[in-house]
């Protein structure tokens, strides 16, 4: 099928982009359109040229999923200079959304129009790259390097309005793109042949320059540890200091180094694993979703207070309910005062806050959820109070509504158990703080109708969550694998590491807060307590908390956090505890490197996750993948446990696991059978398909 559409109209050629589904710049639609150019370039009939869009973008950009295989011709920066040199005026008519290449396009063109909604950017930052057909040479000379540099170091879009601010685009139209771009077309035709704009310094003057370079510096302090940052510097630079051809042959070998660097590859990674978990294996993509107008909270708690916000700031009427006026009181208070701190910080307007209070009602008693069309209980985390809650909801909440568990490791299918309708019960795992972090696990227990999962995954985009569909089992998918890294955590501490150790070979590996510091954060009351229940016992973890330090909460945990200090400082007397432990386990301490102490933190994690892919609690190895990087700030440009567990390897992750296993006589580390599987056939993660979660 033909990626381009030829049409015209009197002189001019209208060549319509239609490459479904985002029109991105695979290898027929460069040769597609390298074609379109240049028979309607030689056409003595045509007198200029536009180029349109057919569907919900202009251009998204380069095709990713051809990045790292073999380049195919015609190359994009041939492409567009075919555009550019053009002895006919070629207009863009952007609607949607121009993104990368698919701007660079339209920069090769002699004229831009904008449809009012249209956004325009140079998003490679994002994937570890920086603009690779010209976007880091044209654009600085259209709209001045000070303004060009932040654009590409940001990745951010523009709108059309402010693109026509900055000189992007000619025109803005809120009517017909095509007939405004042919009316333009037609003036630059009035006006003689195009020039070839490029050559020139464009707005690239000294004061310009002298501007760049002051971000340039600010840049370089602030993200020098990011090649491509550095990259997309020395790029821009060309632009003032090479002539043009040579400005690109620069960019074109930056970004080609770029292309093979592990972290673009991490990235391009979770771009394409963020996709992927809105396909749920099992479940037919006709399925609708139940309509949402309005929900019911249980529990004012910080995870319900949370979880209502996350309604409200959706624009989702929300009913939080509690068992007493005290109680939800306090909760409202906690949320007013959340709010509050946003409109203090200037992210959240005065007039926002209040619509956003607006919308969530406070009332007491559980009947105040009969309205509801999903009703979340973020209550204690109790079996027996939530059997009791569920099995009153089941005789309050209308027929059809869903009726989910904020639990975060507890079984949902007895929780279902205790309502006759288990076709309409899930567990729906929001993460602390609930109105900020991005991850959603949807616990689908057997039994519930796929119109419920299908719902709950469109509620939590619609909540601006990243929602990833798990099994059943203990502690889901994150806390899972978390709970491989705690005990990881324990036995290097009374092997001989100490807190500080273990936290910095997280934090050198790219985490913003190691173990020791998110449990000290969290309260390591939590943990004590979940151990307890369980009958398990951390020797060094439950010496910490006999001794009533329970983190930041208490001024001290693994650290000390002195006048209420947000980060931790090392503690003689826990760094003398922990040694007391390890003599009385009769245990010789050693030193660790960090490397040493990062493989027996992420490998057990990995193993976790092989087991976790066996069982069916995740389909892909990239969900587990986008649980991480949401839940848990694992490094993005990393990829992911399981992405990270394919660049070291499997097959040395095996030996690593087998001798910690020998070492430790822990059978959790020995090797999950997947694992070996894979490592026997020198495979990755990478190349299991997806299964039913
Ligand atoms: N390449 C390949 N597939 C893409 C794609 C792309 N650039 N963009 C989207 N898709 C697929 C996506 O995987 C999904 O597939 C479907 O399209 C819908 O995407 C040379 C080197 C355009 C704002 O980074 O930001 O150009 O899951 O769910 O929410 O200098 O897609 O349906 O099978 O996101 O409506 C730079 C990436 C590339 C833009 C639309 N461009 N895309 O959002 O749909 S590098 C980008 C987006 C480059 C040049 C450089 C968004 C969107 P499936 P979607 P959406």
Redesign the pocket.
Known sequence: METVRLARLGEIAIATIDNP??N??GQALRADLARVITDAGSDPSVAAIVIAAAG??FI??????EFGKPPVAPF?PDVLDAIETCTKPVVAAIQG?A????L?VALACHGRVASASAMLG???I??G?I???G?TQRLPRLIGAAKAFPMMLSGEPVSAGKALELGLVDEVTGGDIVAAAVALAQTLVAGGAPEDGSDGPGRLTAADREAFEALATEAANKSGDMPNAMALIEAVRAAFTLPFTEGLATERAL?MTLLADPRSKALRHV??AE??I??VPGIDGAVKPRPIAKAAVIGAGTMGGGIAMCFANAGIPVTLIEQEQAQIDNGMNRVAAIYEMSVTRGSLTPQKRNERLALITPAVGLGAAADADIVIEAAFEEMGVKQQIFGALDGIAKPGALLASNTSYLDVPTIAAATKRPQDVLGMHFFSPANVMKLLEIVRPDGVADDAIVTAMALGRKLGKVPVVVGNGFGFVGNRMLEARTRATERLLVAGALPHEVDAALTGFGFKMGPCAMADLAGNDIGWRSRKARGQSAAVADAICEAGWFGQKTGRGYFLYPDGARTGQRDPEVEALIARVSQEKGVTRRSFSADEILSRLLDPMVNEGARILEEGIAARPGDIDVIWLNGYNWPAWRGGPMHWADTIGLGAIVARLEAQAAETGDKALEPAPLLRRLAAKGKGFADLKATTA
Not at 60 to 65: K, L, P, T
Not at 99 to 102: A, F, H, I, R, V
């Open positions: 589904p985002v991105a710049l919900r973008a998204a950009g380069a095709d990713i999923s994009l959304a993104l990368g290449g698919g660079e140079l998003p490679e994002k994937l790259l603009p690779g057909a976007g970004f771009f394409f996709r992927e809105a396909r």
